[in-house]
């Protein structure tokens, strides 16, 4: 079980200003009040509207070249959004633009020598640079026609944005095009790791649509597409049916339940705007800002957003929905059913043995990708149950989870009032401290929809990830002091020196027993084949 996330160190210097490099002294100064207020609020999480995939002017496919920089941002703020970053078409000249215009003003001001029109712009864009943060950036076309999204913090010049451009073998010609065709570029992964270098985020465009590098029936072998969606450089995925059920939606198939993409990935929405509004002739042709995610973070910044991408933290995003189309979160949870992060159970009675199973969940939970647990509903169709005495419910949960689970985790509680009665929604992260240990002596893990008592192997893993460890060095005898055998187990029987999937100890076992001596050894290198296709007479395996 290897569900180990990479966390990226180091960062950039916390912003600035909100429209990105200095334009002028007044706007530095609000972002440095922006900044202040930031210190001032504590740290508190809170929901913050972001749209990270927008396109300006700049970009040589704008449906309506007309509209000004400053009408953009307007329209930005008017939408609600708290973060946005522009990201045209293997360019940065929208972000110069602004950039420019801001200087300018800033000079004629400087000079007394401002119209009263240019004053009321200039107040407009201060007033603007500190109620939304601007995250400069823009979308990559690499090998094949393949759109990266590479977002970078607000004080990025844009020297080394076009700098990074030239490294992804965007030609110096094409740099103010704004155009979707570069020529020859670069392959997907060597763009990942460049954005990263160069200080940025790489985040996978439309991933499950046109030029995503998830997209269906694109012919290209299953390792490739393994690569283009679990590199380590790869911040997110943004997908255009975040909010679907189907159980063909792309976060469910890379909800990390994949024996091919062990590594869950942090989905988002964007709107791809190329205009100011909706198309009423088009639905699918989106408005600034009408298609966003909503990230919950300490403060709006762009390392807030990185450490929240890197993180295990996957209840932290969520498509942002308009107040009059708020959806039953408990009726949308049970259309899609138990799964990798989520279960449900009617009660949590001491009597019968229920609140144990839902601590096992909880268990669960904390030694994998963390959970959500809804307490007083199931997922079968038909009206909820509910609880007669939440509250109470929730007491007891929480008493016994303090007793009975080591070390202590941190648990989220929630009660949400439904015609049918009360549900408890508990929620928790994936642990620091792993492993956790229901009433001294059992480790459960979550595996898709199923909680189960974790293997021997399962717990090695789980010890090793707590201290920054692979179980692949222990397996290989590079951990030193480590002789940790990886036989499997089989039929609820130990390799020797551990317990079963039943949890059972067979007390047995040879020390010292060298690998081969073990009739249940199983080799700990190769390559596991998990599908394979013929094409032009010659086999290809995945």
Known sequence: MSRRRRTRAGGQPARQSRTGEAGSQSASREGAQSQARGRQSGGKLRWYKADLHTHTP?????????VSYLQWLTTARERGLDIVAITDHNTVAGVAAIRREIEW???????????????????????????????????????FGFHILAIYPPDTSVRKLEHTLLRLNVPEDRLLAGSTETGASTD????????????GI??????????????????????????????????????????????????????????????????????????LDNDPRNSR??????????????????????????????DRTRPFRAPEKEVDHLAAARAEGPNQTQSFHESANIKGGRQTVVLADLCAFANTDGGTIFVGASARK??????????????ELQQALSERLTPPLEARFEILANSGGDVLRIGVDAGDSKPY?????KFYVRNDAETSLALRDEIVALVLESVGLSSDLVANGDAEDAPVSTGAARDGKSDGNGTGRSGVSDGGGKQ???????????PQDGVEIVSSETRGGTAYYV
């Open 382 to 395: 038909g009206k909820v149950k509910g609880l007669a005495a939440s509250k109470q419910v929730q007491t």
């Open 512 to 522: 010292g027993a060298s690998a081969s001596d073990d009739p249940f050894y199983l």
């Open 58 to 66: 700049a970009s040589n496919d704008y449906e309506e070249p007309a």
């Open 285 to 314: 042709r989106l408005g600034l800002g009408e298609r966003a995610t909503e990230l919950l973070l300490p403060e709006p910044t762009f390392d807030a957003i990185r450490e929240l991408f890197a993180s295990r933290f996957f």
């Open 188 to 199: 997907v992964t060597t763009a990942y790791e460049t954005i990263v270098d160069s200080g």
């Open 105 to 143: 003003l800033t000079r004629l001001k400087e000079e007394n020598r401002l119209t009263p029109e240019e004053r009321s712009n200039l107040e407009q864009w201060l007033k603007l640079a500190n109620e939304i943060v601007i995250l400069p950036g823009f979308e990559f076309t690499a090998t």
């Open 437 to 441: 240990c229901l009433d001294g002596s």
């Open 202 to 275: 790489a985040i996978a465009a439309h991933a499950n649509s046109t030029n995503g590098v998830a997209m269906r029936n694109f012919p290209f072998g299953g390792q490739t597409k393994i690569a283009y969606t679990q590199d380590e450089n790869l911040s997110a995925l943004e997908v255009t049916d975040l909010e679907s059920r189907s159980r063909r939606a792309t976060s469910r198939f890379f909800n990390g339940s994949k024996t091919e993409y062990p590594r869950k990935m942090h989905c988002i929405q964007g709107s791809d705007a190329h205009r």
